[in-house]
């Protein structure tokens, strides 16, 4: 096994008895736990619980898979329950909070997933670009000229997979599905702007604001020994 990067700091850590161990709950007495000879476990109802601990942050996360012949469709996070990131408050919250779920929900509804990243996206052209039209289908087209072409495009897919999410397709009989993998991309898509736009302005705004106040009090010096 490679590394596994810390959900809570994003260090990627090696693969240790100091770092990883698993443990293995079932139905009947863990004592008679016993693999088949195809490594399979011979209890059908087992499932692993991995637990990570970091040796940066020092928090631990949790995974449960099943691994008994019954139980395989348990593929669950028990710490933390979201891939959700933590962005800083001065994202608008309404912003943040349909973020947060769509993670939350990827893997149950990807479809639901789906429709919150475009609602998600549709805050921030509301409030990061101000543009307020009639649909979201104007606001990216208002969009267009202000922002990278590939971005762009990547945006709008994003807008025409969260129509799909929210059965929203009027010309079509075909009901298309949204699997966990699509939704997850959607939710690197909201990641990025969250980065490309709230978090750059505000570094490039810090950053600006540090040199104009340097180069005051080095003035107000030089005017002084003047
Ligand atoms: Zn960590």
């Not at 736990?33 to 940066?56: H, L, R």
Request: glycine share 4%.
């Amino acid at each position: 096994m490679s590394g596994f990067q810390c959900p809570y700091c994003s260090m990627v850590m090696s693969i240790s008895d100091e770092t990883y161990s698993t443990q293995n709950p079932s139905f009947y007495n863990p004592r008679v736990f016993s693999w088949n000879g195809d490594g399979t476990p011979a209890d059908e109802s087992v499932i692993e619980i991995s637990f990570y601990k970091c040796p940066n942050c020092g928090q631990y996360t949790i995974i449960a898979n099943g691994i008994g012949k019954m139980v395989r469709d348990v593929h669950v996070p028990i710490r933390p329950f979201s891939s959700a990131k933590q962005f800083p408050d001065y994202i608008p919250e309404a912003i943040r909070s349909d973020y947060e779920e769509a993670c939350a929900i990827v893997n149950l509804s990807p479809k639901a997933s789906a429709t919150l990243s475009r609602r998600c996206l549709q805050g921030m052209i509301h409030d990061f670009w101000d543009i307020k039209l009639k649909n979201l289908n104007q606001e990216i087209t208002a969009l267009k000229d202000k922002i990278p072409s590939d971005l762009w495009s990547s945006i709008d897919a994003l807008r025409q997979l969260g129509i799909i999410g929210a059965h929203m397709e009027k010309d079509t009989d075909v009901i298309v599905d949204i699997d966990p993998n699509e939704a997850e991309s959607l939710i690197k898509l909201i990641e990025l702007l969250m980065k490309e736009w709230y978090i750059n302005r505000e570094e490039r705004n810090k950053l600006f604001s540090d040199i104009i106040s340097t180069n005051e009090s080095k003035q107000a010096k030089r005017k002084k020994t003047e």
